[in-house]
């Protein structure tokens, strides 16, 4: 029996209202526990994607059951520390404003944690109580101890949580991968306190960069369930509840090795372009430039 198409999750509109994006480039062969990691090299594999032509998001029609999903993460490698560090240090700077408004920083909840190098830049902050939830065993062994404290191994779950129990809710190159991120922004605002955010870090599709890449931009990803937009990113919050929405791109520095990691050119070519590259140092160099991501900000009514 054919399974039935998911309606838009973010603005529920039925297949009737979506147009192909993209079809579907999973090669079986080609998966591993690397295909589920963060920040991994690019395989340009997805699902099938569809566009929902009334909130703009691209999404998979078909997904994979959410069971299947959580093992994949679950089992999924994890080797990048030094990224993570650098993704903090941008998603901090975007997220001032932001922090600046809050009604209190006692707790803070952060959905697919990693090491938690976030809840650190946090702590520094001021807030008291950290909690994460990452599924990724290996990205939990990678983390310091003392930050290990502060992550709970598994798959968000509301239920695991008092409402209204945190004043800020972090969720960073997340949203895309969860199966439902309706559900997941109507669960955080529930778990805010009165005058607490909820925060995001989005690809952004339709940015230059992603346009002008297509199919061998990275963000054309097996793990992905769905692809945001400005307009879509700002419609999953406005339909979830959120006031005083902000939507922005922002500036990441990485270093020029992993830029190269990215860029969609023959491997052998890369190779030799990495290894001059490393004999010099220069692949240590931190450029900064906005590659397509958005940060949103949403707040819960104090």
């Not at 990691?37 to 909130?55: N, T």
């Not at 999924?76 to 700077?93: L, N, P, V």
């Not at 909840?109 to 290996?138: C, D, Q």
């Not at 939507?247 to 890369?270: D, E």
């Given at each position: 029996?054919?399974?039935?198409?998911?309606?838009?999750?973010?603005?529920?509109?039925?297949?009737?209202?979506?147009?192909?994006?993209?079809?579907?480039?999973?090669?079986?062969a080609?998966?591993?526990?690397?295909?589920?990691?963060?920040r991994?090299?690019?395989?340009?594999?997805?699902?099938?994607?569809?566009?929902?032509?009334?909130?703009?998001?691209?999404?998979?029609?078909?997904?994979?059951?959410?069971?299947?999903?959580?093992?994949?993460?679950?089992?999924?490698?994890?080797?990048?520390?030094?990224?993570?560090?650098?993704?903090?240090?941008?998603?901090?700077?975007?997220?001032?404003?932001?922090?600046?408004k809050?009604?209190?920083?006692?707790?803070?909840?952060?959905?697919?944690?990693?090491?938690?190098?976030?809840?650190e830049?946090?702590?520094?902050?001021?807030?008291?109580?950290?909690?994460?939830?990452e599924?990724?065993?290996?990205?939990?062994?990678?983390?310091?101890?003392?930050?290990?404290a502060?992550?709970?191994?598994?798959?968000?779950?509301?239920?695991?949580?008092?409402?209204?129990?945190?004043?800020?809710?972090?969720?960073?190159?997340?949203l895309?991968?969860?199966?439902?991120?309706?559900?997941?922004?109507?669960?955080?605002?529930?778990?805010?306190?009165?005058?607490?955010?909820?925060?995001?870090?989005?690809?952004?599709?339709?940015?230059?960069?992603?346009?002008?890449?297509?199919?061998?931009?990275?963000?054309?990803?097996?793990?992905?369930?769905?692809l945001?937009?400005?307009?879509?990113?700002?419609?999953?919050?406005?339909?979830?509840?959120?006031?005083?929405?902000?939507?922005?791109?922002?500036?990441?520095?990485?270093?020029?090795?992993?830029?190269?990691?990215?860029?969609?050119?023959?491997?052998?070519?890369?190779?030799?372009i990495?290894?001059?590259?490393?004999?010099?140092?220069?692949?240590?160099?931190?450029?900064?430039?906005?590659?397509g991501?958005?940060?949103?900000?949403?707040?819960?009514?104090?």
């Amino acid at each position: 029996m054919t399974q039935p198409l998911r309606p838009c999750p973010v603005c529920h509109a039925d297949a009737s209202h979506a147009r192909l994006f993209l079809e579907s480039s999973i090669d079986e062969a080609r998966l591993s526990a690397s295909s589920f990691a963060s920040r991994k090299v690019p395989e340009y594999m997805s699902h099938r994607l569809v566009q929902c032509q009334v909130c703009d998001l691209v999404y998979v029609d078909a997904p994979p059951a959410a069971g299947e999903l959580a093992r994949a993460y679950h089992e999924a490698d994890y080797d990048s520390s030094e990224e993570a560090d650098d993704a903090a240090a941008a998603y901090i700077r975007a997220a001032q404003p932001a922090l600046a408004k809050l009604a209190g920083r006692k707790s803070v909840l952060e959905i697919g944690t990693g090491t938690a190098t976030f809840l650190e830049r946090l702590k520094a902050e001021g807030f008291e109580t950290m909690v994460g939830i990452e599924p990724s065993t290996a990205a939990i062994h990678a983390a310091p101890a003392h930050r290990r404290a502060w992550i709970r191994e598994g798959i968000f779950d509301e239920r695991d949580f008092e409402p209204e129990s945190f004043d800020l809710i972090c969720c960073f190159m997340t949203l895309e991968h969860v199966p439902d991120p309706g559900v997941v922004a109507a669960a955080a605002l529930r778990l805010l306190r009165p005058g607490g955010a909820f925060i995001a870090v989005t690809h952004d599709y339709r940015s230059l960069v992603n346009r002008a890449l297509g199919k061998r931009s990275p963000i054309i990803d097996v793990e992905h369930m769905q692809l945001f937009s400005q307009r879509s990113v700002r419609r999953l919050f406005d339909e979830a509840g959120y006031k005083d929405v902000t939507v922005k791109a922002f500036v990441n520095r990485y270093r020029v090795g992993y830029w190269l990691r990215l860029v969609p050119i023959p491997g052998p070519l890369k190779a030799a372009i990495a290894r001059g590259l490393a004999a010099t140092r220069l692949d240590r160099i931190r450029l900064g430039a906005n590659v397509g991501n958005l940060f949103t900000a949403g707040f819960k009514n104090g």
